[in-house]
C-alpha cells in the first residue's frame, strides 16, 4: 500500500467510534504547551488563534478560554462532532471539519497564532506535509506564531530496540513488536541514512503510519515556507534546547516554536 492510500487509511482510522473515545482520556497538557501558555500570558486576550488536529478538543479547553477568538478542526468528522458535544456551552468556540492540507474557509492573515498539537503533522505523508506548511503560513498574520510537534527520527529506533525486560508481559510483547516493526518496514534497517520516514511504527495496533523526521530536516522545510524557527522544546522538560541537544537527543518527539516572517 502506498503512502496516499495509507493517509486515507489513516483518516478512516480516527473517524471510528472506538478511536474517537480512546482519546477521551488525554486532558492534560504537554510541558511545552505549558511554557508557551506563560510565555503569551498578558497577549492571549487579543489573539486570534487556530487549533488544528484538535480531536475530541484536548488543548480546547486550555487555550480557547483565554484567546479573543478561537477555532478548532480536524478532518475527523466524528472528532468535531464529540468537541461539539463536550464545549456545547460555549457557542463562542468555532469547530469545523477541515483537513490542514486545505484550510478552505480560514482567510488569508487571519489569525495570529496557530497551533498543531499531538503530532497531528506526523499522520500524512511528505507531500502532504509540505501542504501543511503553506497552508500554517497562508492564515497566519505576518509575525504570527506557530507551535507544533513532530516525532524524531534519533528516537525511532531507540524506542523499538530489542532489549530485556523485567515484567513477564514485556518480555513477551517487546520482542514481538520488534520483530514485527521490522517484519512490515522494508526501510527500517536504514533510519540511520534517513531524513524522514513514513512507517508503521505500532500505533493503533499497526493500522495507522507515523512520520518520523530529523530536526534539521524539520527546520529547513519550516524555513522554506517561510517561516523563523525560533526555539525547539523538549517534551521532557518544556525547556528550550541548543542545537547540539536537538541535533543529537533521541527524544520521541519534539515541540516547534516558529514565527510568519515579518513582509519586507
Given amino acids: ?7 486515507l487509511r489513516n483518516k478512516k482510522l480516527y473517524e471510528s467510534e472506538q478511536i474517537v ?3 477521551v482520556q488525554y486532558q492534560s497538557l504537554d510541558k511545552p504547551e505549558e511554557t508557551i501558555i506563560r510565555m503569551f500570558y498578558d497577549q492571549w486576550k487579543e489573539m486570534s488563534l ?6 475530541v478538543g484536548r488543548t480546547t479547553g486550555h487555550f480557547a478560554p483565554l484567546v479573543r477568538e478561537y477555532t478548532g478542526v480536524d478532518y475527523s468528522e466524528q472528532m468535531i462532532r464529540k468537541c461539539r458535544e463536550r464545549f456545547a456551552s460555549f457557542p463562542q468556540y468555532i469547530f469545523k471539519v477541515l483537513d490542514m492540507r486545505n484550510l478552505d474557509g480560514i482567510t488569508d492573515a487571519s489569525m495570529d497564532f496557530v497551533l498543531c498539537d499531538f503530532n497531528s503533522l506526523d499522520y500524512i505523508p511528505l507531500e502532504g506535509r509540505i501542504m501543511s506548511l503553506k497552508e500554517v503560513w497562508r492564515v497566519l498574520k505576518p509575525g504570527g506564531n506557530f507551535l507544533f510537534s513532530s516525532h524524531n527520527i534519533l528516537g525511532l529506533k531507540d524506542q523499538y530496540v530489542f ?5 513477564m508481559k ?3 510483547v517487546n520482542p514481538i513488536k520488534y520483530l514485527s516493526i521490522r517484519l512490515v518496514n522494508k526501510s527500517f534497517a536504514k533510519i540511520d541514512q534517513s531524513d ?3 512507517i508503521l511504527d505500532g500505533s493503533h495496533r499497526f493500522r495507522t503510519k507515523t512520520f518520523y523526521i530529523k530536526t534539521q530536516t524539520q527546520i529547513n522545510q519550516l524555513r522554506a515556507a517561510g517561516f523563523e ?4 522544546y523538549s517534551i521532557f522538560t518544556g525547556e528550550p534546547l541548543t542545537e547540539a541537544e536537538y541535533t543529537t537527543l533521541h527524544d520521541p518527539w ?3 516554536f516558529c514565527r510568519k516572517k515579518l513582509l519586507n
Avoid: A, P, R, T
Avoid at 500500500?1 to 493517509?7: A, G, H, I, R, W
Avoid at 487556530?50 to 480531536?55: F, H, K, P, T, V
Avoid at 532489549?163 to 515484567?167: A, D, M, Q, T, V
Fill in 1 to 7: 500500500m502506498d503512502n496516499n492510500n495509507f493517509s
Fill in 170 to 172: 514485556k518480555k513477551l
Fill in 196 to 198: 524522514h520516514q513514513f
Fill in 229 to 232: 524557527v525560533i526555539s525547539v
Fill in 254 to 256: 519534539f515541540y516547534y
Fill in 163 to 167: 532489549k530485556s525486560e523485567l515484567s
Fill in 21 to 23: 473515545n480512546s482519546y
Fill in 50 to 55: 487556530l487549533d488544528i488536529g484538535i480531536g
